[in-house]
């Protein structure tokens, strides 16, 4: 197929390769020309306006890092949508908000596009490897036509149903339960370092019995260290991301108590210079909140 | 080792019985006498009252239910503690609150006994396995006295420091963490129901993603189903842990915002008489909220 | 002065006389032209188009229901800003985002424009009476020369300073703070209820002793009657002010948790079709919580 | 009468005085004897045991600090009910828990006495004054007996039923209801401060229009200042009593998701080392939370 790739960060990067190496046309377009460029051995074709990935492409994939990014590409450029043929589809594969993938489908359908979401789960090796976990949502069709690409790109599809805002409901879902085990986590490590318990020591018990996830044992050991600085996933970005869930949740009249927790912890972080740090840092906050840290 | 043994529960009966296996002399004694009658046949010496299985014991094993039952037992029969001779040694197994583990260390220490509290994650077939992960804590030598114990009931043990109390403190943080992970999931199934997503899809997405772990998959198929009926742990014990985990977090003056919206909505549970059910129907009050149930 | 005076709702209708009637040139315009019409014999001049009343205006007011009407009149009106004098005030009155006020502000001094934030404490009545109070913010000589404005409207103006958006904060956290009320006493009533206690009394006791205010004795009335049918302040209307405080809140890097308590139980009461509802409801919210109500 | 009266703090002495000064003969005790003495001008019979208090008694008042302070005088003195005569009223007019109340009344039932509890609101030169508010509840006959007492006490007496624990619930409902106001002043100042409006003014514009309570003014004064040293009221005894309200609320299952937040900042002042500063410290810990404090 014919495809265009926008957002070609540490995960979109991965995933343009991965197509271009399985044999697909890819044309490919990024902010900074050198990420694009680095695709070209893979067989990528590397283009200097956005609106140029659209020409005669069969699907369009945005990996881009959240509404503003997208808005700019697919709203703001007044070439860009028309550039699109008729018929085309794009697949918004970034973490993006419910209103602004209820938003993007609906300025696709005016101009006789389709429109999938499809955010995923994993990091950069992940993407790499073609190993995501991909939430996919749209029309059945549309999704079976893109079927293949998904295969190339993740392991495994939850197909979450026709309405494309459901796969972004279910991801913002997935990081909202990732937020709250971050953060009950730190509550309590906070106890355990009052109780004069190893934190390191505690972990070992957290990820040995009830919790033996990749989750638990990344941010934890984190928490256990009490460092935040090699950031997996910033407070800023964590923060806009429980938003986002607790955005979704209120458009569905339902009450989300604990992302409220969490969203306050962070903001904690905010105030204390820690918006670069990273999400886990609410670790820290817990300590505070026990005189442990200042 | 001579091992007085009293709590023959769906826990203590397997505890019990593979130290009687393992060649111990192992006296029992439970309220119920046919628990303690069907550990004979493994080589267990039934007694009928409790302070008979203090005589000529080197280590007294407690696994009572709560606070209540081991204060019945230590505290309020005066026969008791006499019984039990001076040098040995109570190893407290059960979920208790840390204020009741300093109250009986400080007893213990009283009477020229050592205290040790140990309490396990697992459950009843892990028990009967051998398998169960125990939390130790309690002075060196006596936890070493005691590891040749704990490796006949346990696949391993954690030790959490000389405080004995630092052992139940451990145990009720991951207790908390549990609550939070089903609140959290909880509260993630009604928006997902409500944006129209299949529960069991979303369910795999979790235990195939973020949280591939026991926890999620036994607590989140009841949330799934919306079935809370065969309880594995319920909301009248569930309230108890979590308020045991706010009363040692304020003891050591941590704030815990977690267990205080876990604890808010068991509370409406049992509004709801829910008392019996499973506290994974922490879920169903998340619908509830969400207008999703009655 | 010539005043331009947009928005003649429940509040902005009296607002306007005051100030016509004390002898001020006002030009009026309301979509509902019936409202405007009804101040002419008070001396207010109708116009039939929002530009019209910018035309020679010294002070411009609004006093509009939202952030969506607010920017209907002044961004999305080609020929609104350009119509207002250079040198002219605008006054900003109604409750507003601190967003908006700062994106207005902007727009103005854009335009050779003043810009002031002047929202207001009060309800129709007192509007009426020239009686209301009102948070003032804005460049301290801008202030002067509208203070006789505002003494026609109010009784007494609350300055802020200097930065207008420091007004509509101040107003958020008024709001915030009635809200919180508001939420504590539905709590309240229904732990009195499951006491058996008549709820009248205790809103006796609550105005009678700690609270003698006309917010607890006008809310706590709906809540001891459990009826919210007459709405002062709707749920939706309730909600999008907590949201307000909440955002502006995080803004500054505030944790706010009892906001995220108050916008969970406004949630819960849109969940169950009470959006026109008093947003007192939040005591039918704790109701239900209890088991007490459906 | 010939009342009985134990408990001369701040509240007893004044209330102990006005029913001495009315002529009823009152026999008091206090651990501290002066305290005593000081009554004797007045016509108090200081007596130096605590059952001699209850010779001949009409009516035993208590008006002591918490549930230890009136377990210790009623439960843990072997020779203090036997000497309180059969048919004699104990009015309970401390703050205890429902839990206390319930088992006094119990045991006092037990004995052939009879139990009203009454708590009450004002502070030291309220009850000089008598001008307290009461809240009573017991059996309507011993309650009418009672109310001469109550009328020499108090301003008013709120009659909240027969069971005399609903008035120690409505009482816990009532401190509630002031630790929300409190933490609810405080979260708003945290925002006003970073908003860089005068605290004070705010103060101004809260009392001055939606909360002209005392409340408000006592507890916001020390906000504003940011200094609790003077206090009325400490960490302490507040998260004491935010405790004993939430424990009331969960024994009629109602969660009281308020308390929880509260709970957190007072705890969290605890690990600040706040103890005992005036409770509205709780503004501190929320200026701490927004990185304002230390």
């Known amino acids: 197929m014919n495809i265009g790739f926008i957002g070609l960060g540490v995960m979109g990067s991965g995933m343009a390769r991965n197509l271009a190496r399985a044999g697909h046309q890819v044309k490919v377009y990024n902010r900074t020309r050198t990420k694009a460029e680095a695709l070209e051995p893979d067989g990528a074709i590397v283009v200097d306006r956005p609106e140029k990935v659209c020409e005669e492409a069969d699907v369009l994939i945005t990996m881009l890092a959240d509404d503003n990014a997208l808005e700019a590409v697919i709203e703001d450029d007044p070439e860009f949508l028309p550039a699109l ?125 009830l919790f033996p996830t990749p989750v638990h044992k990344v941010y934890g050991d984190m928490q256990a260290r009490d460092d935040y600085t090699s950031a997996n996933f910033t407070v800023t970005l964590g923060l806009k991301d429980v938003n986002l869930a607790a955005e979704a949740a209120e458009d569905l009249n339902v009450p989300l108590p604990m992302a409220g927790v969490v969203r306050d912890q962070l903001i904690n972080a905010l105030a204390h210079e820690e918006a670069d740090q990273d999400w886990s840092v609410v670790g820290r906050v817990a300590m505070r909140n026990a005189g442990l840290a200042k």
């Open 85 to 209: 043929p008729r018929g085309a589809i794009h697949m918004a594969m970034g973490t993006i908000s419910v209103a602004k993938s209820k938003r993007i489908e609906e300025i696709h359908l005016g101009h006789g596009h389709k429109f999938i979401a499809a955010p995923v789960l994993g990091r950069g090796d992940v993407a790499e490897a073609g190993q995501l976990a991909i939430i996919a949502a749209g029309a059945p069709d549309v999704i079976e036509t893109c079927q293949p690409l998904l295969d190339i790109m993740g392991r495994k599809t939850y197909y979450t149903g026709s309405a494309p805002y459901s796969a972004n409901t279910a991801k913002l879902c997935m990081n909202f339960m990732l937020a709250a085990a971050i953060e009950s986590l730190g509550e309590a490590f906070a106890v355990v370092r009052k109780a004069e318990i190893d934190p390191e020591l505690f972990l070992d018990l957290v990820t040995g019995t």
